[in-house]
């Protein structure tokens, strides 16, 4: 009675043969769950996640480009080294040479990246000289970093006022050009979402305005689309999407991991 009582003590320490001590995402195993990769700083970055210490040699890197869009804002790429995006993976364990990024502008956060090219549009860059900055991030959301510093890349931004349309330019409102079929207007709260999550249908070709107002701020994403748009604490910001995919498409939002709505594309 006393071994089992032992063996049945000792199963429950080390959660062998029941409930796995760290949590984990199946398929993941418990050595990789432990997210021992590295070193783990008490230092943060500027917005206050730890870093992750780990090797100049073989650490990820990572350079930003941004070009002007043709129709509106810019086109934002990432080109990186001894890295690979992980978006299904997002909140798991820390694993060499995986994760995501955040985008900055002037130290403050516009969205999280989960590939290399990014739409930056005009109406979320106010006029003037910006400095944007990506930072690599481990799926638990530690920032990699070498030298007690994070893996980043920067690059300069100037927005003028120029006409709706132009490259470049920062835009107040929509363009004529920009004038959606349907509009869905959402507003999110205290965690809740208003009109309660349904489903928006519209005919392929057509053109859908989504226009969200949140509490906080976060990341619209259109799924299947890979549409994504920042939206500032407190201001009403508008995706434009042409929708040219038919399917059942999800729009939530990164932070807080709500649904907005749902596309359905005949």
Known sequence: MLALALLLVGGAATGCGGRATTHHKPGTSHEQASGSVGTLLTATDATGHRLREVPAEGAPEVQLTV?????DGWNLQLAVKNYRFTPDSTGGAALPGAGHAHL??????????????????????PEGAHTLTVRLYADDHTAWAVSGKPVEGTAQLTATATAPGEPGGHRHGEAPGEQADRTVTIAVRDGKVTPAPARTELRRGERVALRVT??????????GYDKELALPAGQEATLILTADRTGLFEVETHESSLVLTQLLVR
């Open 67 to 71: 070009r002007p869009d043709s129709e």
């Open 214 to 223: 949140s509490d906080r701020a976060d990341t619209l994403h259109v799924h």
């Open 104 to 125: 900055e502008l002037d130290g403050r956060k516009l969205a999280r990246l989960y590939g290399p090219w990014f739409h930056l549009p005009a109406a979320q860059v």
